[in-house]
């Protein structure tokens, strides 16, 4: 496949709400997405990291620069989706840029052939539960009552996010007003070893796990507390390529994945995730980022994979924005529909798209 043209395009899109994590507060999200033109079809991708590194190390400006300097040379004119993160390899780290380019080009790949990014990975269902993760709130009655609207809404699972000083009694209250739903909660990584006793508390209210709750490079930690607390622990930061999932799953220092293939460098990496869990019989979810319908449509299809067997953070748009770049996806009792269409089965809508681009530039052409 011939590459001609590849351009990055900045969004700036309101959330609905302010997000709230350990880590940060989110009010927009202001990313970019690529767009890749080849000889015979176009493909689309988002990059899922924020402007500023907090989350992960990579970051908005660093992805442009690592994407047009080191990324793009390496891969055009003539390439095949599968042979991206070969031909970038050399480039240390960088896996959320990589992974939007590999993403933009598969997109491309698939669209030619006319096959969908679901059939392609091996997605067996054709819809899957929706879980929806709750940002750190002012208040327990504010917590309460949006639990409350996304439960009415038909999510399928709750996940709080958690940081020293919010977590045993929110979600005490949550667990007390809601009884029996699947509740689970995510740390990004706030916590040290020293809060094993704390975090101990939260075995009384049976959730499904804790994500994240110590440093990214820190497996040992998570191995140790997995001894400590009866909740599963889940990573998420930690795990960046199969590689890393097979270590963190040898040392028992996870018995949940978070699968974002953004993190992991793209769908072919987060497949191999997939593959190396369900084997040690781990079960994986599908994490989010708050993405547009360009990243949720792809997510929908590695959610729809035989070992995701928890619901994702993969959520309908109107749960993060007012108007989406694409046709919004929404939320059906409970469940979110894969898309069937070629590639990643969603594109921008052209007018809305250029409502919310603040620049493009050219990459290659
Ligand atoms: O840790 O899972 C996370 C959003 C941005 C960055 C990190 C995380 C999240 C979420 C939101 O939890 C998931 C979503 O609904 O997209
Ligand atoms: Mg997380």
Redesign the pocket.
């Known amino acids: 496949m011939k590459i001609e043209r590849v351009e990055l395009l900045h969004v700036a899109i309101p959330l609905v709400s302010p ?1 709230r ?1 350990s880590f940060g507060t ?1 009010t927009t999200k202001d990313t970019f997405l690529l767009r890749v033109v080849t000889d015979s079809a176009e493909g689309w991708s988002e990059f899922a990291a924020d402007p500023e590194p907090l ?1 992960c190390s990579e970051f908005v400006a660093a992805a442009e620069l690592v994407l047009h300097q080191h990324l793009v040379p390496r891969v055009t004119p003539e390439v095949t989706a599968a042979e991206v993160a070969h031909r970038t390899e050399a480039i240390k780290g960088h896996k959320l840029a990589k992974a939007a380019l590999e993403t933009a080009i598969l997109d491309a790949e698939l669209r030619s052939y006319g096959m969908s990014i679901g059939t392609f990975l091996g997605a067996t269902a054709t819809k899957v539960p929706a879980g ?2 709750v940002g750190i709130k002012n208040s327990i009655p504010e917590l309460i009552s949006d639990v409350e609207g996304y439960l009415a809404e038909g999510y399928a699972r709750i ?1 709080l ?1 958690i940081e020293p000083g919010w977590d045993v009694e929110p979600v005490r209250a949550v667990r007390e007003r809601f009884g029996d739903i699947l509740l689970q909660v ?1 740390a ?1 990584t706030a916590y040290t070893l020293a809060d094993a006793e704390h975090l101990r508390r939260l075995d009384a209210f049976d959730l499904l796990l804790i ?2 709750p110590l440093e990214e490079d820190d497996i040992r930690g998570h191995a140790l507390l997995a001894q400590r607390i009866r909740t599963p622990i889940c990573l ?2 930690s795990i960046t390529s199969a590689k890393d999932a097979a270590t963190a799953i040898a040392l028992d220092a996870c018995r949940v994945i ?1 699968v ?1 293939p953004a993190r992991v460098g793209g769908y072919l990496e987060a497949r191999r995730i997939h593959d190396v869990a369900v084997a040690h019989g781990i079960p994986v979810w599908c ?5 547009t319908g360009i990243g949720r449509g792809p997510n929908l299809a590695l959610a729809a994979l035989p070992g995701f067997v928890l619901p994702g ?3 309908a748009s109107r ?2 924005f007012a108007e989406d770049l694409t046709e919004p996806f929404e939320l059906e009792d409970g469940f979110m529909h894969v898309p069937t269409g070629p590639g990643i089965g969603i594109e921008p809508i052209p007018e809305t798209l250029r409502r919310f681009t603040t620049a493009t530039k050219v990459l290659y052409a």
């Open positions: 997000f994590t989110m989350y929806v993760s996940k996010k995510d990004n994500e994240q998420d930061e978070n974002k994490g989010g980022m708050l993405e953070d993969v959520s749960r993060y």
